[in-house]
């Protein structure tokens, strides 16, 4: 597989053209698509034309830019100009959004080649991409267990060479959870860094844009792309965003990195050992690290379960019938509301939002809104007082490998552990990035993740650059 | 019920008053804040609220609402935004973005014409909803239309709402409050405060007690209030109703009623149970809005001076009442510069204040001298009020010399000798009008003006023929 550094650079440089490179990962499609479902829409002829019109402005003298004919894949709810934008879900059925994506339109303007919108659980809510509407999608290491979710399809398509990088979204680990599920590197940024602009919101406090790639240094080259303010987005960081990729060699010599105890505990063994492989090669690369407690990590899960549902009732609920999507007629437009969104929600999507609107209700809001917001802020104090002594800490990104299809959709509450060791950074706003450190049992892939304080990514990276050359 | 009914109680009303910013664009997106135009041509992505879209606060909105914050003598705070979440097919989001519990502008009060003030709780931000036209069946409401018609064009307009306490204790005066304030908000710029295309738009809260109880009785909220006009009579028509209720021992219910403007009745449209839960929550997609000290002092630098202030100096220029009339009106016209010219320039305030608020009206405003010219004739006896007030038309329609304009309408003062001997030939002709006129029945005075006025061809000044009718009285 070839890293989209090399891409970039040989196609920039005349060496290779980008319809070949296309081409390549079209057949990888044509190849494995039908059995793993990564994606809801593959757009071959766009992705050909797309790669043309890289070459000829190679051809030209022209510098298509820093993502020149690398093919990518979008989640399902990056909105795309003219391009349906399901999130895997019926009741966005035949919208086409009118604009893209402030990121879409960033990978664009770098000479990316879009190869298709790729699958999700519906409105990014679930850890195994089984909520679709349209299917699940299967993990390319073994296709009877899940790629992970929410962004599964995204984490798939690279996991399989269908793209060589691709955008997911994290709200409470659906771009880390599957990264590590699927054995490739991926990123949940600093919230803010990146635009959300033309992102669907699940949960918009919490929902932040990254990327996934086969390599450290890839996916770097994609967060330089896609991160820096975007006055669309009130919530984005108003200052450039230093390059990542520039970092990579810089070693970890002298960093100091904390094993946070608690996100340890309920963990596989077999996850737990890679972690602790993970220390014991960052502290050989010259990292001083030792175990430290976070305990209001703790916290985390059930704060994140009334937050991100709260937000999300409102979020969608403009999904009524009355202007796009789906439309179930009703005798009056209270049945109408009511008949479309009973037809075009999955059972998941009505399970949170039902959730969320209970905690924002009169007389609840205090008990759960409130108190979860107060969790929050306790999470956030934990890590300040944890990163007053370490400049990074490491974690595992999911308690076990890959799952089989079906074994936890019985069961919600199973499912939702599949994120206690993400959702802390969601809360507190804090990047972090999920780095592939060996195989489990099986051949399946195991992610160790790195946390870093706030807009620290350059950290981030240079430690799981030192990560990744430890295995090689 | 009797009309004595309701004086037995008092009124006890509050008011909020939605405004619309005049901003030249939405509060969140970049579409033109319009009205008028073609049903949903300023639309886009973020006031259509489709899904990845994101709002962006309009910096100019939030100083026009900071303007009306400091124009009702508010506390600018730090606020923030939140979601008011309900479903109706107005909002694009199903939810609208508001503020809650931290506002904009907190505090304040409304000084009357009339001396009164009514203090003002908030004034806070919000975005507009669309407009529904509901077609066919239901009167103009959604309960039995056919179809719905939905015009975006409004959705994301810039709104205030200003809350007021519950000190409003009349119809009068809830009337001259909204008078009040739309005056304000058109003076500081903030809207064109045009009831009638709904840019400002009313909802009052009215209850009653009976006359020194101090608590509050169990209110009503009255909807579709679309005029000055209507406001007054749906709160007379409400204290009716609420009175006959309580004078029938039955409860007044809380709940939100709808005022129909034609049959000139309110009606039930939702209970307190019916409420809606509007699950507020802090807007996740808004950065918390706190404006700095220096932006703060210039907006408060930049504002005119407000119609109370201006009322205050005016009367104080003209040596009346703060709360006469004509000083209100002055001030409503936009006449009291004018007048405190003509004063200066050594015109009565007393006279300037009339001639303003009774002769301009309408139409054009005079050159302040010539204004002050006409006045100072016209105190000097030179002019009689009704040649003063025929100059003062010159003036406004075609501009001149007051001097010279009464001398082209043959307006100069008559020689005392000549109004005197018409007084006394009045007088000669008429002995039985005069006999009744020295037996003490003044009316008759006006009998003799007129003969006078005839002799003269209208020139005499009328006090001045009543002056002589007096000395020939007293010298008989
Ligand atoms: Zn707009």
């Given amino acids: ?472 | 019920m009797t009309a004595t009914t309701a004086t037995e109680w008092e009124m006890v009303v509050g008011l909020e008053v939605h405004c619309e910013l005049a901003t030249a664009t939405k509060l969140f997106c970049a579409c033109r804040n319009a009205f008028g135009d073609e049903p949903n041509t300023n639309v886009c992505p973020v006031c259509l609220g489709l899904p990845g879209s994101l709002p962006v606060l309009n910096r100019h909105a939030v100083e026009l609402a900071m303007r009306v914050g400091l124009a009702l003598h508010s506390s600018v705070e730090p606020s923030l935004f939140h979601r008011k979440n309900y479903f109706y097919p107005d909002m694009p989001k199903d939810y609208q973005v508001s503020q809650y519990d931290e506002p904009l502008n907190v505090g304040g009060w409304l000084d009357l014409p009339d001396g009164s003030r009514v203090g003002v709780t908030r004034a806070h931000m919000e975005e507009d909803t669309g407009k529904t036209t509901h077609v066919g069946g239901g009167g103009g409401r959604i309960h039995g239309a056919d179809h719905s018609l939905v015009d975006y064009n409004r959705a994301g307009v810039p709104l205030v709402e200003i809350v007021s306490e519950p000190d409003i204790r009349s119809s009068e005066q809830a009337k001259a409050y909204v008078n009040e304030l739309r005056a304000i908000l058109v003076a500081i710029g903030a809207s064109d405060a045009r009831m009638e295309e709904g840019s400002l738009r009313i909802d009052a809260n009215v209850s009653l007690r009976r006359p020194g109880a101090e608590a509050f009785g169990t209110r009503a909220e009255i909807k579709n209030l679309n005029s000055v006009r209507s406001l007054g009579r749906a709160l007379e028509y409400e204290v009716r109703r609420q009175a006959g209720r309580l004078e029938a021992g039955e409860p007044v219910v809380q709940e939100t009623r709808h005022w129909n403007e034609d049959e000139g009745r309110t009606s039930s449209m939702r209970s307190k149970e019916e409420a809606y839960d509007y699950r507020y929550f802090p807007e996740p997609d808004l950065v918390p809005l706190a404006p700095s000290d220096e932006w703060l002092a210039g907006v408060r630098a930049a504002l005119p001076v407000l119609p109370a202030d201006r009322r205050v100096a005016l009367a104080a220029a003209a040596g009346v009442a703060g709360t006469d009339p004509a000083v209100a009106t002055v001030v409503h016209l936009g006449l009291d510069d004018l007048v405190l010219a003509a004063v200066a320039a050594g015109a009565g305030g007393r006279l300037a204040l009339n001639r303003a608020a009774n002769e301009l009206a309408h139409g054009a405003v005079p050159d302040a001298a010539a204004f002050a010219g006409v006045l100072r004739m016209e105190g000097d006896g030179r002019l009689t009020a009704t040649q003063a007030k025929a100059v003062l038309a010159e003036l406004v329609a075609s501009g001149g010399d007051p001097e010279a304009i009464a001398k082209a309408k043959g307006f100069e003062a008559l020689d005392g000798g000549v109004v005197a001997a018409a007084v006394d030939a009045a007088i000669a002709a008429a002995p039985e009008e005069w006999a009744r006129f020295v037996a003490g029945e003044a009316k008759v005075a006006g009998f003799f003006v007129g003969k006078v006025m005839a002799a003269t061809a209208g020139k005499a000044d009328g006090k001045a023929v009543t002056a002589l009718l007096r000395e020939r009285m007293a010298d008989r």
């Fill in chain 1, 1 to 472: 597989m070839t890293s989209a550094v090399d891409i970039a650079r040989d196609v920039r440089a005349g060496a290779r053209s980008a319809r070949d490179v296309v081409e390549t990962h079209l057949s990888a499609v044509a190849g494995r698509e039908a059995e793993l479902h990564a994606f809801n829409l593959v757009l071959a002829d766009e992705a050909r034309a797309g790669a043309d019109e890289i070459d000829r402005r190679v051809a030209a003298g022209e510098d298509p830019g820093p993502l020149a004919g690398v093919p990518v894949a979008l989640k399902d709810n990056l909105c795309t100009r003219g391009i349906p934008t399901t999130c895997s879900s019926r009741i966005l059925e035949g919208w086409r959004p009118p604009y893209d994506a402030t990121v879409v339109a960033r990978v664009r303007a770098a000479g990316a080649v879009v190869v298709g919108k790729t699958n999700m659980d519906e409105f990014a809510m679930g850890s195994s991409t089984e909520n679709s509407a349209f299917g699940p999608t299967r993990n390319p290491h073994d296709p009877s267990r899940v790629p992970g979710g929410s962004s599964g399809g995204s984490a798939a398509a690279v996991a399989a060479g269908f793209a060589s990088l691709a955008l997911g979204s994290d709200t409470g680990g659906s771009i880390r959870q599957p990264a590590a599920l699927c054995g490739v590197v991926g990123v949940k940024p600093t919230y803010g860094l990146v635009s959300r602009y033309g992102l669907v919101a699940f949960a918009s406090s919490l929902d932040q844009v990254g990327p996934f790639a086969g390599s450290v240094a890839d996916a770097a080259l994609l967060l330089d792309v896609i991160a820096g303010h975007d006055p669309a987005d009130s919530t984005s960081v108003p200052r450039p965003a230093p390059s990542c990729s520039a970092v990579l060699g810089d070693g970890v010599e002298g960093l100091r990195i904390g094993v946070v105890r608690e996100l340890l505990e309920g963990i596989d063994p077999e996850v737990a050992a890679r972690v602790s492989a993970a220390a014991a090669a960052l502290d050989a690369a010259g990292a001083k690290v030792e175990e430290v407690g976070v305990p209001a990590t703790t916290l985390a899960l059930s704060a994140y379960y009334v937050l991100a549902t709260a937000e999300a009732s409102s979020n969608l609920a403009r999904y009524d019938g009355a202007r796009y999507g789906l439309r179930v007629a009703g005798d009056d437009v209270t049945a109408m509301y009511g008949a479309t969104r009973a037809a075009g929600f999955g059972a998941e999507v009505k399970r949170r939002i039902m959730l969320g609107t209970y905690a924002l209700s009169a007389g609840y809001y205090d008990a759960y809104y409130g108190q979860a917001q107060r969790a929050r802020t306790l999470i956030i104090r934990a890590f300040d007082v944890a990163y007053a002594s370490y400049d990074l800490l490491l974690a595992p990104v999911t308690p076990t490998t890959a799952f089989p299809l079906g074994a936890k959709t019985a069961d919600p509450l199973t499912m939702y552990l599949s994120d206690v060791c993400t959702i802390p950074s969601n809360l507190a706003g804090h990047p972090a990035i999920s780095v592939p450190y060996g195989l489990g049992a099986g051949g399946l892939p195991i992610g160790v993740q790195i946390l870093a304080p706030a807009l620290a990514e350059t950290t981030m990276f240079r430690a799981a650059a030192a990560l990744e050359r430890s295995l090689a």
